[in-house]
C-alpha cells in the first residue's frame, strides 16, 4: 500500500473552511484516498474517499490532484466538535481492507 | 442498531494473566478487524477477518489469538498478558465489495501490570 505523509498539527478558526493536505505520491492506479477521523479516544470515523475526481459528502469535501499525487481533504464551516486526528489513507478498495493508519494531523479549531 | 460494540470497556491485568476482549456487530458485516492503538500513535492492525471461518495476521499479531464466532462476533484472546500489551483495543467490521468503509467501535482500555 501506498504511504502517506500530513502535517503532524493545523489550526483552523471556528467557521473558517479547514484544509487538509496529504501526499500519497507513490499511489497506484486501483488505490483509493480514504480519510477517517478520530477525535479524542473514540473509535475511527469515516468522513470520505475517492479514486480520482473530486468528492462531496454532508461532513467534507475530497479535492484529489489530476496526477494524485496529493489530495486535500476540506471542512467547510469548521467546528470546535471537528477538533480530531485526522487520517489520510491509500490503499486498494478490493476485499478485506487492513488499514494502514500513521500519524495524522491533529486538527484544532479554536473559537 | 447498535453498530459495533465492545466488552469491557476498560480493563486492568496483572501480567501472565489472559483475557479476551469481545467484538460484536450487528451490520450483516463479513469483515472484521482489530486494532491496538498506543499513545500518540495511529492505528495497527492485529488480525482481520475477511468472512466467517476465516482469519488472518495483521502487522502486530504476536501475542494475540482470535476467534470469528460467528458472522456477527470476533473475539481478540491475549494468553499471558504483558506490560507491552498496554493500549487501546478498537474493533471494526466492514461489509465487503467495493469502495466499502469501515466502522469502529468505542474501544477497550487494557492497562497491563
Known amino acids: 500500500d501506498a504511504k502517506t505523509t500530513q502535517p503532524p498539527s493545523m489550526d483552523c478558526a471556528e467557521g473558517r473552511a479547514a484544509n487538509l493536505p496529504c501526499n500519497h505520491s507513490?499511489?497506484?492506479?486501483?488505490?483509493?484516498v480514504y480519510w477517517y477521523r478520530q477525535i479524542h479516544s473514540q473509535g475511527p470515523q469515516y468522513i470520505i474517499h475517492?479514486?480520482?475526481n473530486n468528492e462531496t459528502n454532508e461532513m467534507a469535501s475530497l479535492i484529489i490532484t489530476e496526477d494524485r499525487k496529493s489530495s486535500t481533504l476540506i471542512l467547510p464551516h469548521a467546528t470546535l466538535r471537528d477538533t480530531a486526528v485526522y487520517y489520510c489513507?491509500?490503499?486498494?478498495?478490493?476485499?478485506?481492507?487492513?488499514?494502514?493508519f500513521g500519524q495524522g494531523t491533529r486538527l484544532t479549531i479554536n473559537p | 442498531n447498535a453498530g459495533v460494540t465492545q466488552t469491557p470497556k476498560f480493563q486492568v491485568l496483572k501480567t501472565g494473566q489472559s483475557m479476551t476482549l469481545q467484538c460484536a456487530q450487528d451490520m450483516n458485516h463479513n469483515s472484521m478487524y482489530w486494532y491496538r492503538q498506543d499513545p500518540g500513535m495511529g492505528l495497527r492492525l492485529i488480525y482481520y477477518s475477511a468472512s466467517e471461518g476465516t482469519t488472518d495476521k495483521g502487522e502486530v499479531p504476536n501475542g494475540y489469538n482470535v476467534s470469528r464466532l460467528n458472522k456477527r462476533e470476533f473475539s481478540l484472546r491475549l494468553e499471558s498478558a504483558a506490560p507491552s500489551q498496554t493500549s487501546v483495543y478498537f474493533c471494526?467490521?466492514?461489509?465487503?465489495?467495493?469502495?466499502?468503509?469501515?466502522?469502529f467501535g468505542p474501544g477497550t482500555r487494557l492497562l497491563v501490570l
Open positions: 507513490t499511489i497506484s492506479g486501483n488505490e483509493y
Open positions: 475517492g479514486l480520482k
Open positions: 489513507i491509500v490503499r486498494v478498495a478490493l476485499g478485506a481492507q487492513k488499514l494502514v
Open positions: 471494526a467490521s466492514q461489509r465487503g465489495g467495493l469502495k466499502e468503509t469501515q466502522y
